[in-house]
């Protein structure tokens, strides 16, 4: 075989690996393991060998699909028996993220060498560039254009794709959350209740519930102003936040009302925690002249009962507490 065909079987099976069928590992038997330097983008220069080739790599990795190619000329001129040079200007055809790309006349040259003549031809050097009045002083590689159309649609499709999750958790926050106190509303707590009497059903875990009611708050919005009373419902919420555990399911229940739902805890903790947050609510200011109290009813899961019968006996006990003076705790009669 003569030299310039032996070359130009080498160059082509190259393409054919490199462009057509972005085979890495195919690429490697065309290559030489002294190639040096690989396309002239800014971070596309390496003076070490392994470096060059992992840039080859980073090629195929960052547009990977097949890509037709169609050479417009094509020469193969042979220096001497241990190395030549096939130069030429090619059209480019793929597609990416359903977007047909096309680019003309991209013009490229490969060196070719070997130690001896018993030895197969390899590839020393690639450079492959556009017109440098397409791209300024940062000429593209063998498929820059490729790597950087497909670079932007990746990271378009990523902000687009966190906008849409951030826009579905705003979206099912606001369908959970109390729009005044920024706490679980009623559907939620619904919800979880459900689950808290499935695990007791199923696994026996007990819990308890906690309802807590703002005292004499009609008379707040009467004397002070709805606005006023809302803040208070506000600042009432935050301190509850910041007292609960962090496995407790704080809601606003409705109104003037909260509730907590206390998983694996017995009547007496949920006692000891009810009167802490009374107490804490009255040592509080709330910028009034009048003392800002609350009332709160607590119960414990029982067997047989449904979500109905806790939420019953809690309120019930919260009524007691309204009854026997305010600003009180009152739990189960046994």
């Not at 106190?181 to 026996?204: F, G, H, P, Q, S």
């Not at 907590?260 to 007496?268: E, F, G, V």
């Not at 109290?293 to 309120?315: H, P, Q, Y």
Request: glycine share 4%.
């Amino acid at each position: 075989m003569l030299l310039k065909e032996e070359v130009m079987k080498t160059c082509d099976e190259y393409f054919e690996a490199y462009l057509k069928e972005r085979n890495f590992d195919k690429m490697l038997e065309y290559i030489s393991p002294e190639m040096k330097g690989i396309g002239s983008g800014e971070d596309e220069f390496s003076k070490e060998s392994l470096n060059s080739i992992m840039l080859l790599k980073r090629d195929i990795e960052q547009a990977p699909n097949e890509i037709k190619y169609f050479f417009r000329e094509y020469e193969v001129d042979v220096f001497n028996s241990l190395s030549a040079i096939v130069f030429g200007i090619m059209d480019l055809e793929t597609e990416i993220l359903d977007q047909k790309i096309f680019m003309a006349n991209l013009r490229f040259s490969i060196s070719f060498s070997r130690k001896k003549d018993t030895e197969s031809f390899l590839i020393r050097h690639v450079h492959m560039s556009f017109p440098s009045q397409e791209h300024g002083s940062d000429e593209s590689y063998p498929l820059k254009e490729l790597e950087e159309r497909n670079r932007i649609l990746n990271k378009l499709v990523e902000e687009k794709t966190q906008e849409l999750e951030k826009l579905l958790e705003q979206t099912k926050n606001l369908a959970i959350t109390d729009k005044l106190t920024a706490l679980y509303n009623r559907v939620e707590i619904d919800k979880r209740l459900e689950e808290a009497m499935e695990n007791y059903n199923r696994y026996k875990l007990a819990f308890s519930v906690l309802l807590i009611d703002v005292d004499y708050f009609k008379k707040i919005n009467d004397k002070y102003g709805h606005q006023i009373g809302d803040v208070c419902l506000q600042k009432t919420a935050g301190i509850l936040r910041e007292r609960v555990r962090r496995n407790d399911v704080l809601g606003r229940w409705g109104g003037e009302e909260f509730i907590i739902i206390c998983p694996n805890t017995a009547l007496s903790e949920a006692y000891l925690l009810a009167d802490s947050i009374r107490k804490i609510i009255e040592e509080k200011v709330f910028d009034m002249e009048d003392p800002y109290t609350i009332s709160i009813g607590v119960t414990s899961v029982r067997e047989n009962d449904a979500v109905v019968d806790i939420i019953k006996r809690t309120d019930e006990n919260l009524y007691r507490a309204k009854a026997n003076g305010r600003n009180r705790v009152e739990a189960d009669l046994r």
